[in-house]
């Protein structure tokens, strides 16, 4: 088994569509870890605030077998693949990380850059996982968000329900 971190966001109807893809998750994968959730504006474009967060699980899959439950969970909610890059989604599902990995497999670049790039990526991946270690940067990802200009982008924890209960670490 492998450990994975993936990361998930959302500014269409945010918590429809992140709690759609969290059951869903579960139910491909089993147990799941799951960081605080985080609102930003978006990056990019103009366009409603997102909400992100990060999840960890454990999977025997390969990563091109991955790729493909992950794509299935998004088209599942919407997903518009013809849209632009930059632009409002119902569900983004993103490996982070797979195992200590490093370099590009079946055209998933690992570990995903946007870790070190955004503070929507990096802080929620801290609150899960402080001590891991980066596999590029050799650094915790503790260390890599005390490093990080924080003035860059805007976010703050926001409320997130999923199975009726509170993600544990948001606000009350």
């Known amino acids: 088994m492998t450990t994975v971190y993936l990361g998930l966001g959302s500014n269409k109807s945010a918590h429809f569509y992140l709690n759609r893809a969290l059951t869903a998750l579960q139910e491909s994968f089993g147990k799941l870890s799951i960081s605080p959730t985080y609102e930003s504006e978006s990056v990019g474009f103009k366009g409603s605030n997102f ?3 990060v999840v960890m699980l454990e999977t025997a899959l390969s990563v091109k077998d991955l790729l493909i439950e992950l794509r299935s969970i998004e088209n599942a909610n919407d997903r518009d693949r013809s849209a632009p890059k930059f632009s409002s989604r119902t569900l983004d599902i993103d490996i982070l990380l797979y195992g200590d990995w490093v370099g590009e497999y079946d055209g998933v670049i690992l ?6 790039e955004n503070a929507f ?3 929620p991946l801290c609150d899960l996982a402080p001590e891991l270690m980066h596999p ?13 200009d924080k003035s860059h982008q805007r976010l703050w924890r926001a409320d997130f ?12």
């Open 51 to 53: 909400f992100n967060l």
């Open 111 to 116: 570990p995903r850059h946007e870790i070190l």
């Open 121 to 123: 990526v990096l802080l």
């Open 136 to 148: 590029v940067e050799q650094q915790s990802i503790k260390s890599l968000w005390s490093q990080y």
């Open 161 to 172: 329900t999923w199975q009726e209960a509170l993600i544990p670490g948001t606000s009350n």
